[in-house]
């Protein structure tokens, strides 16, 4: 089989499905997958998928790899990622695996791998791939079961974490034509509030727009939206529902490092001194925020299984990016959940007596760009990447725990390569518009004297 290595990224195995997915590939797969659970004493596989069309199939070949290498399958059907990783723990089973591309576009899928409570990542991912390339399978005779009713149970389950809102909120929800559509409205009017439901029909052809909340764009209808119907808030879901974006009632975008900032806030009030952590990407006025009332604040790199690894490891209670991943072991088991998160948000809301959009005012007043993709090959990101932290090390202090944060007098500018795409992801903050403008087109003129080599 010609197999590409690209797909085995850092959290997860992502590709095209027309050139990297086919069955049979998908069968050897599923047979090292197996075989790596087999090894870590993993008897049973929950498996789960989104709404793209190629996913059914993908579970399917993926599914019968796993019985070659004699797991138990159970099957969930069309379901949130958040929602398998429940099912893991409530079904008893020792692993997930979930068919997504996530927020990627729809002739592109993928698929996440769980061991008990943990993201399969990193060094275990390459474990994977050394043992399809080895055809080194573990061999059985597995069964294949289908379990009914899942999403009900998580829903409940939700629903006994969150706080009904005691007062009166209205929220526009655009599921995005993805998996939050499933569960989002109907938990949220559980909760007490009213809500107005946008694109909530799954569909894998996402005929509206784009299911990424990091994307303005994206977010267009919704912001509209909710400004025509009076709403309190709006949230957004990516295409499998673990991360959320939301829009205050003026119909201005709330990044992910806003609500991180609100979220920890709530946090600290109820646990003072708990340890928070942020990605490279955030704002440092979010970093500033934490330590100024008290909390541990923690620089961590990109990535929800990153994050999902450092929560426990530092016993953190909330954990969260710039993108949307938000982890609480605060009143939840510390996986990565945008229904959850926007339940939390609903909570806050309703908490206070001021509107959203004057929540976070007394921060200092920062002018940021959204992220910014550059395409760019696997095979030279990484490598254009080190050239810029060495140009610019020389001149500036710089963080290089993932990629290279530069900071400047009046700002800080970041240049990382993704890994979930061929790119490299940029961002800008500044006092004011000059030293934003000034920023990046330093930083800029650099990355393209790199990118040539």
Not at 193 to 218: A, C, I, K, M, Q
Not at 342 to 371: F, H, N, V, Y
């Amino acid at each position: 089989m010609d197999i590409n290595p690209a797909i085995f990224r850092e959290y997860d195995i992502r590709g095209r499905v027309d050139s990297d997915f086919s069955n049979d590939i998908l069968v050897a797969l599923g047979r090292a997958a197996g075989t790596f659970f087999r090894q870590n004493a993993c008897q049973s596989v929950v498996l789960g998928w989104d709404a793209r069309l190629s996913s059914p199939v993908l579970a399917d070949f993926l599914g019968r790899g796993f019985l070659a290498a004699g797991l138990e399958v159970v099957e969930l059907g069309a379901v949130p990622t958040p929602a398998l990783y429940y099912a893991v723990d409530a079904l008893e089973a020792d692993a997930g695996a979930m068919i997504t591309g996530s927020h990627n576009p729809p002739e592109y899928n993928g698929i996440k791998l769980q061991r008990g409570p943990d993201p399969v990542f990193g060094r275990d991912i390459r474990r994977i791939y050394e043992l399809l390339v080895r055809g080194e399978f573990e061999s059985g005779e597995g069964r294949r079961r289908r379990h009914e009713g899942i999403l009900e149970r998580y829903r409940e389950f939700l629903r006994s974490r969150l706080r009904t809102v005691d007062r009166r909120l209205r929220v526009v929800v655009d599921s995005g034509n993805g998996m939050g559509g499933l569960v989002a409205p109907d938990l949220y009017r559980e909760l007490g509030v009213e809500v107005v439901s946008l694109y909530g029909e799954p569909d894998g052809r996402f005929p509206h727009h784009h299911p990424d909340p990091t994307v303005e764009e994206n977010l267009r209808d919704l912001r509209k939206l909710v400004v025509e119907e009076g709403a309190d808030l709006g949230l957004a879901f990516d295409g499998d529902a673990d991360r959320v974006g939301a829009v205050e009632e003026k119909g201005g975008i709330l990044w992910g490092d806003d609500l991180l900032t609100l979220f920890a806030r709530q946090v600290l009030a109820e646990h003072p001194g708990a340890t928070i952590i942020g990605d490279v990407k955030c704002s440092d006025r979010f970093f500033a925020d934490v330590e100024g009332r008290g909390g541990k604040v923690l620089w961590n790199r990109t990535g929800h299984s990153l994050l999902k690894a450092r929560l426990r490891e530092e016993k953190a209670l909330l954990a969260g990016e710039w993108s949307g991943h938000f982890c609480f072991a605060d009143r939840f088991p510390g996986f990565d959940d945008g229904i959850y998160a926007g339940g939390r948000l609903l909570e806050i809301t309703a908490a206070g007596k001021e509107p959203l959009s004057r929540r976070l005012r007394d921060l200092p007043q920062m002018i940021s760009l959204p992220e910014i993709r550059v395409e760019c090959s696997d095979e030279k990101k990484f490598a254009v990447v080190e050239r810029v932290k060495q140009r610019l090390s020389r001149c500036y202090d710089t963080i290089t725990l993932d990629g290279v944060r530069v900071r400047f007098p009046d700002g800080w500018a970041l240049v990382r390569a993704s890994n979930t795409q061929p790119a490299l992801v940029l961002r800008y903050e500044a006092r004011d518009r000059l030293s934003l403008e000034q920023i990046r087109r330093e930083v800029e003129t650099v990355l393209e004297e790199s990118l040539i080599g």
